[in-house]
C-alpha cells in the first residue's frame, strides 16, 4: 500500500492585476471563537485520497482528482456525471485538476507526469500532454485559456500551448522546486513558490521578473501555496516553521511585506488558502494531522476570522470558492468532497449580528 504523500498545491489564478492602491491584507487573532458551519452536502465515490478540487466557471460542476480516479460531479445534486481514470498498472491516477475558462475541457494531472484533457460534457478523453517526469502536482490555464501551466516534481512549471497541445517551455527556479503557482490576471505574469524564495516571471519569455529569498532551511521549514487578491496587486505566500507557519502578504511588483495570518500554536499550520472571487474573503485550511484543522474563512475588510468550515476528518489537500463566492468546496484524505454554503455565514464575518432577508 502506498504511504501517504501530501500534495501542497493551490493553484490560483490572478484574478485581478492593478496599479491602484495597495491592499492592507492584516488579518490578527485567529484563535478567537467563531460560528462553525456545517457542511451543506457531501460527494463520496472516492476510495483513496483526493489531491484536488475545483468548481467549474460557471460553478455547475465541481471535479476531483483522487489517487483512484478523478470525477466530475453535478455541483447542485450531487451526482457523479464522469469517472475518468487516466491512470494504470495499480499507480495513483491523479494529482491535479483544472478547468479550461470556457468550462469545455478539463485538466487532470496524473502520476506519471502526463497531462489528460477531458471533454466535461461527454467524459471522453481528448488529448494526452506528454513530459518525462513524475507526478503532475498543479494545474492552472492562463486567464484567456490559451496556455495551461502544470508544475512537476522535477521543480519545474511546464508551458503548453492549449490549442496547439504542443510544449512552449518551462519555468525552473534556481533555488528549490516549486510547490504552487499562480497567473496574473492578464496572464504575463507567473508567481510561484519553492522552500526557498518567492518569485515572479514572464511567461512569454521565461524569464524571472522579481525574487525574495525566504527565511529557513532545512527540514524545520516549508513553504507550500501561493494566491493573489482579486482587485488588488498583491501576492499571498504561506509557510515558514512547521510548527508556525505564517501566511505573509506581498506587493506583487515589488515582493515587498505589507500584511498577514498569524495561526496560533493552538491549530494545525495553513498550507492551503484561496481569495473570494471579489476578493473580500480568504479560506484557508490546514493538514489537519493535529487537530482536524477546519476551513477558516477570513473577512479582508475587518481583519478577522469570522467563521470555520467544520465536517473534514483528516487533513484537506485543496479548497476553491464557487464562482460566485457562495460555496465553498474543500477534500482531501478523508476520501470525500465537503461543500458548504459561506453566504450563510453571519454578515461575512462584519459584524456579530445577523439581518434577515425575504425568501
Request: aromatic content about 6%; glycine content about 10%.
Amino acid at each position: 500500500m502506498m504511504a501517504r504523500r501530501f500534495v501542497l498545491c493551490v493553484c490560483t489564478l490572478i484574478l485581478s492585476f492593478t496599479s491602484g492602491a495597495r491592499a492592507q491584507l492584516d488579518l490578527q487573532d485567529p484563535a478567537a471563537a467563531v460560528p462553525a458551519i456545517a457542511p451543506a452536502g457531501v460527494l463520496s465515490g472516492h476510495e483513496k485520497p483526493i489531491h484536488g478540487v475545483v468548481f467549474s466557471p460557471d460553478g455547475k460542476q465541481i471535479a476531483s482528482a483522487g489517487e483512484d480516479a478523478a470525477m466530475i460531479w453535478d455541483a447542485s445534486s450531487g451526482k457523479r456525471l464522469h469517472r475518468l481514470e487516466p491512470g494504470g498498472n495499480d499507480l495513483p491516477s491523479s494529482y491535479s485538476v483544472a478547468f479550461a475558462p470556457d468550462g469545455k475541457t478539463l485538466a487532470v494531472g496524473g502520476y506519471v507526469g502526463d497531462v489528460f484533457l477531458w471533454d466535461t460534457a461527454t467524459g471522453k478523453l481528448q488529448k494526452k500532454l506528454d513530459d518525462p517526469s513524475l507526478a503532475v502536482l498543479c494545474l492552472a490555464y492562463s486567464p484567456d485559456g490559451s496556455i495551461l501551466a502544470a508544475s512537476n516534481d522535477q521543480a519545474d512549471v511546464m508551458l503548453f500551448d492549449a490549442k496547439e497541445f504542443k510544449l512552449l517551455g518551462k519555468i525552473k527556479p534556481e533555488q528549490g522546486s516549486i510547490h504552487s503557482f499562480a497567473f496574473s490576471s492578464d496572464g504575463k505574469t507567473l508567481a510561484a513558490i519553492t522552500s526557498e524564495e518567492l518569485s515572479t516571471w514572464d511567461v512569454e519569455t521565461r524569464k524571472l521578473r522579481k525574487s525574495l529569498a525566504l527565511p529557513g532551511k532545512g527540514v524545520e521549514w516549508a513553504y507550500s501555496a501561493v494566491a493573489c487578491a482579486p482587485k488588488a496587486a498583491v501576492v499571498v505566500a504561506t509557510g515558514g516553521k512547521i510548527i508556525d507557519m505564517k501566511t505573509i502578504a506581498y506587493d506583487l511588483k515589488t515582493l515587498r511585506p505589507i500584511g498577514g495570518i498569524e495561526t496560533p500554536l493552538t491549530e494545525s499550520s495553513i498550507k492551503h488558502l484561496r481569495f473570494a472571487p471579489d476578493g473580500k474573503m480568504l479560506a484557508t485550511s490546514g493538514p489537519g494531522l493535529v487537530d482536524q484543522t477546519p476551513v477558516s474563512l477570513w473577512n479582508i475588510a475587518t481583519g478577522r476570522r469570522f467563521a470555520q468550515l467544520n465536517g473534514t476528518t483528516e487533513g484537506v489537500n485543496q479548497i476553491d470558492f464557487s464562482p460566485d463566492g457562495r460555496r465553498v468546496v474543500a477534500a482531501g484524505f478523508d476520501k470525500a468532497i465537503h461543500v458548504w454554503n459561506v453566504s450563510a455565514a453571519p454578515a461575512s464575518g462584519t459584524s456579530k449580528k445577523t439581518k434577515k432577508t425575504k425568501r
